[in-house]
């Protein structure tokens, strides 16, 4: 199956976080890591194998995950999916609710969607 995405990064200047939006995706990406980010991600199109660390699972639309700094991680796809994510600076992590809440009410998501990323990075706090 040949790789196509479309990919969407959105960033602003000297905000501790940026969003991707990958659509129509059939990328798989090996194991890496990323430095000194929080991945906080949801599932909305399709689905993808995920590994994080010594588990792994497919993910389906719904389905939200974190990925801590320095862990190992990779996507399988078998088929197109589309994924959003947050990548967080790790020392940014422990903001409160009410940030996030602003962060994701601007993204243009359902109230599900928001909660569950709200949820994902809650939790994050907690780590």
């Known amino acids: 199956m040949p790789q196509t995405a479309n990919i969407q990064y959105f960033s602003a200047p000297g905000?501790?976080?940026e969003v991707i939006l990958c659509e129509n995706s059939t990328i798989s990406?090996?194991?890496?890591?990323?430095?000194?980010?929080y991945t906080a991600g949801l599932v909305l199109q399709g689905a993808f194998?995920?590994?994080?660390?010594?588990?792994a699972s497919i993910c389906r639309p719904g389905r939200a995950f974190?990925?801590?700094?320095?862990?190992?991680?990779?996507i399988k796809a078998h088929s197109p999916y589309s994924l959003?994510?947050?990548c967080i600076a790790k020392q940014e992590i422990c903001q409160p609710p009410e940030?996030?809440?602003?962060l994701l009410a601007d993204l243009n998501l359902s109230s599900a969607q928001q909660r569950q990323l709200l949820n994902c990075l809650n939790s994050l706090n907690r780590i």
């Not at 990406?29 to 980010?37: F, K």
């Not at 940030?99 to 602003?102: A, D, G, K």
Request: net charge positive.
């Open 99 to 102: 940030f996030w809440q602003r």
């Open 66 to 74: 974190v990925i801590p700094p320095y862990r190992p991680h990779f």
């Open 84 to 86: 959003l994510s947050l």
């Open 15 to 17: 905000q501790p976080f």
């Open 49 to 55: 194998f995920l590994g994080i660390g010594t588990s």
């Open 29 to 37: 990406y090996p194991l890496h890591n990323h430095v000194s980010v």
